[in-house]
């Protein structure tokens, strides 16, 4: 049984739910778990989908959230996921990630509100202050 000091609810470290959390949309199974031990070996509760339908039919925490968001997806695309948050009106920072970037996929992606777009493969640290800057913005927004 693991102490009730060294994590949180879920297993998750101490501390993870001042934080915010992590949804990370990703249908490759090995690079999705990768993402979710890098992400909560930071802190953070971490929350995976596989798919746009997945990711669509979850209900949202009511914390400050960040997105970790593959743009492309077997079932769908990223910029699906980010339209149907702004349509609802949830103030969700983006950080998207791809494997086929170019200036106007990234354009759009930050016209959408992504905090950044990284393409694969990219540096963990620089995810990992992706994350933080945009749980940070989410809780200013969720402030206004």
Request: proline fraction near 6%; charged fraction near 25%.
């Given at each position: ?16 739910q ?12 090995l ?12 802190g953070?509760?971490?929350e ?9 039919g ?13 743009l ?6 990223g910029?699906e ?34 905090v950044?777009?990284?393409e ?7 995810l ?17």
């Open positions: 049984m693991e102490a009730m000091s060294a994590t949180g609810a879920r297993g998750e470290p101490a501390g993870a001042e934080r915010g959390v992590v949804l990370v949309v990703e249908d490759d199974p690079l999705q778990r990768a993402l979710g031990r890098l992400l909560r070996s930071a953070h509760r971490v995976l989908f596989d798919s746009v339908p997945a990711f669509l979850s209900a949202l925490p009511e914390e400050a959230t960040c997105l970790v968001l593959d492309h997806l077997p079932d769908g695309n910029f996921i980010l339209d149907d948050l702004e349509a609802r009106g949830t103030p969700v920072s983006a950080v998207v990630i791809t494997a086929h970037g170019d200036v106007p996929t990234t354009v759009r992606a930050m016209q959408k509100g992504a950044e777009l990284l694969k493969p990219f540096d963990n640290r620089r990992l202050a992706s994350v933080a800057d945009g749980l940070a913005r989410a809780s200013r927004a969720r402030q206004l």
